[in-house]
């Protein structure tokens, strides 16, 4: 599966269209992890532990976004964005998004 986030993908023609494609998460932090982001809170400096959580959440995002799209028949999914948003104080939602196409070489 060819992921992108341009509308085209350089030495392919798009040449259908099956539609939205969406994959995304909703990722809680814990206890452990939230006092360990309290003390570095403290000192300033990267918040590893949410970085980590984050990082973790969108590869999920990406992967159900590709499911999606691979059970639509598609091949590539062009203009795919993240989106991520506050589902309550301890809990971050990320989205996926991008168009399923089937492309093949020009």
Do not use: C, W
């Amino acid at each position: 599966m060819i992921v992108v986030t341009t509308e085209t993908v350089p030495g392919y023609r798009i040449v259908e269209v099956k539609g939205i494609a969406r994959g995304g998460v909703v990722m809680a932090t814990h206890l452990g992890r939230d006092i360990l982001a309290g003390l570095r809170n403290l000192v300033g400096g990267e918040v590893k532990e949410y970085t980590e959580m984050m990082a973790q959440a969108r590869e999920i995002a990406l992967q159900r976004l590709i499911q999606s799209a691979e059970e639509m028949g598609a091949n590539a999914i062009v203009g795919m964005r993240f989106m991520t948003s506050n589902v309550g104080q301890r809990m971050a939602e990320v989205y996926a998004f991008g168009t399923a196409v089937v492309i093949e070489p020009e």
